[in-house]
T-cell receptor, first 116, second 116 residues
């Protein structure tokens, strides 16, 4: 079974600053995917960024980037130039490939507050 | 807007009752997934259907059941409701049982169930 751990229940950052959210996972799978989802107060689950485990290059989506350390089983999210609209709960999630596809295992979440 | 529609958005009922939550996946998506988000358990996978057939089960209680109809919409039936069943129930969809081309699940806005 996979586990995902987010050790920071809450984080805060000033607008325009950079913040990093931590995530570690445990798995014996070799084929898997990692995701960061954002859940704003509207409660919609929004995909922020994804990483395929076989890719060594860290994924980047505009102001969002990850630091994927496969050997350490670490998958942190960096948000640059933080904006007020980034205020949300952020979930790290793991998905094994193959027949387990679609079964996301989520971390406990990190509440991020961006202050003006 | 993810294209996944869930109804109702909010539902209040009493213990012992039965409710049905409905999900319409994105146009063309064959897989539907149900997730539960509660304060106690966090976000957890319940069940997956692909083109009308059950594909995978997670931590779904025996009091809960689901199905996917020929038009690909899905329903999650919750019976003999208990206070602890109060949660946000998400439906997600993807094109294939092995996820879409990008491995992404598209989430609906969820159905908030309150059991009194």
């Amino acid at each position: 079974a996979q586990t995902v751990t987010q050790s920071q229940p809450e984080m805060s950052v000033q607008e325009a600053e950079t913040v990093t959210l931590s995530c570690t996972y445990d798995t014996s799978e070799s084929n898997y995917y990692l995701f960061w989802y954002k859940q704003p107060p509207s409660r919609q689950m929004i995909l922020v960024i994804r990483q395929e485990a076989y890719k060594q290059q860290n994924a980047t989506e505009n102001r969002f980037s990850v630091n994927f350390q496969k050997a350490a089983k670490s998958f942190s999210l960096k948000i640059s130039d933080s904006q007020l609209g980034d205020t949300a709960m952020y979930f790290c999630a793991f998905m094994a490939g193959g027949t387990s596809y679609g079964k996301l295992t989520f971390g406990q979440g990190t509440i991020l507050t961006v202050h003006p | 807007d993810s294209g996944v529609t869930q109804t109702p958005k909010h539902l209040i009922t009493a213990t012992g009752q039965r409710v049905t939550l409905r999900c319409s996946p994105r146009s063309g998506d064959l897989s539907v997934y149900w997730y539960q988000q509660s304060l106690d358990q966090g976000l957890q996978f319940l069940i997956q259907y692909y083109n009308g057939e059950e594909r995978a089960k997670g931590n779904i209680l025996e009091r809960f059941s689901a199905q996917q109809f020929p038009d690909l919409h899905s329903e999650l039936n919750l019976s003999s409701l208990e206070l602890g069943d109060s949660a946000l129930y998400f439906c997600a969809s993807s094109l294939l049982s092995s996820g879409g081309p990008t491995g992404e699940l598209f989430f609906g806005e969820g159905s908030r169930l309150t059991v009194l």
